[in-house]
Nanobody, 123 residues
Framework: QMQLVESGGGLVQPGNSLRLSCAASGRAFIFYSMAWFRQVPGQEREFVAG????????DYADSVKGRFTISRDNAKNTVYLQMNSLKVEDTAVYYCAAGRFVGTGPNKPYEYWGQGTQVTVSS
């Protein structure tokens, strides 16, 4: 089993920034591709950003390209999501996910999920 614990969520005004963190334990982090998803109540969970095992390849949803950056620190078993220029429509619960596969992207077999952290963008 791999445990994923997200942190860094909160309430921010539009245009501001937040950085989410996801700490992994229980499995060899370096063997897992990582991603961030988000979900609004009543809607399906959607892919936000993904990063491969080495950190050399990333993928983003069109809605966040140019504003969000995913990164990982394999020495700290942690993946990050830097969110800039936040919009009201970015409000959601953000989930960290891990899967043992090559590459990254939305349609991959992510097998481990965190409990989520709430991000609210409001003036």
């Amino acid at each position: 089993q791999m445990q994923l614990v997200e942190s860094g969520g909160g309430l921010v005004q539009p245009g501001n920034s937040l950085r989410l963190s996801c700490a992994a334990s229980g499995r060899a982090f370096i063997f897992y591709s990582m991603a961030w998803f988000r979900q609004v109540p009543g809607q399906e969970r959607e892919f936000v950003a993904g990063i491969d095992r080495s950190g050399g390849s990333t993928d983003y949803a069109d809605s966040v390209k140019g504003r969000f950056t995913i990164s990982r620190d394999n020495a700290k078993n942690t993946v990050y999501l830097q969110m800039n220029s936040l919009k009201v429509e970015d409000t959601a619960v953000y989930y960290c996910a891990a899967g043992r596969f090559v590459g990254t992207g939305p349609n991959k077999p992510y097998e481990y999920w965190g409990q989520g952290t709430q991000v609210t963008v409001s003036s």
